[in-house]
């Protein structure tokens, strides 16, 4: 089974950058699809963004679409949320997630977890 470690959060102001990691270790990462997710003080958690190894195939929630990218690097099994133009609203707990099947993190149900890392936007 797959580890993720996630790295990168903290605090930055509205229109601003960060770059959040998801370093991946296990025998299988290449088969695994890769998601992050956030979850907000009060809200429920909800997917960003998500991609297979491969990075063939990649999907973006609308509520970030144009601000967040995501990608891979294979050498180093780590898979980045790119985050722009970062908003109060943003502020939330990123978690990085896999699956062996790509539904399942689209759907919300990966079955591997981060411990999470805490992004906060202030105005």
């Known amino acids: 089974q797959v580890q993720l470690v996630e790295s990168g959060g903290g605090l930055v102001q509205a229109g601003g950058s960060l770059r959040l990691s998801c370093a991946a270790s296990g025998r299988t990462v290449s088969r695994y699809t890769l998601g992050w997710f956030r979850q907000a003080p009060g809200k429920n958690r909800e997917i960003v963004a998500a991609i297979r190894w491969s990075g063939d195939s990649r999907h973006i929630a609308d509520t970030v679409k144009g601000r967040f990218t995501i990608s891979t690097d294979n050498a180093k099994s780590t898979v980045y949320l790119h985050m722009n133009s970062l908003k109060p609203e943003d502020t939330a707990v990123y978690y990085c997630?896999?699956?062996?099947?790509?539904?399942?993190?689209?759907?919300?149900?990966?079955?591997?977890w981060g411990q999470g890392t805490l992004v906060t936007v202030t105005s």
């Open positions: 997630a896999a699956d062996l099947s790509a539904q399942m993190v689209v759907l919300g149900r990966p079955g591997v």
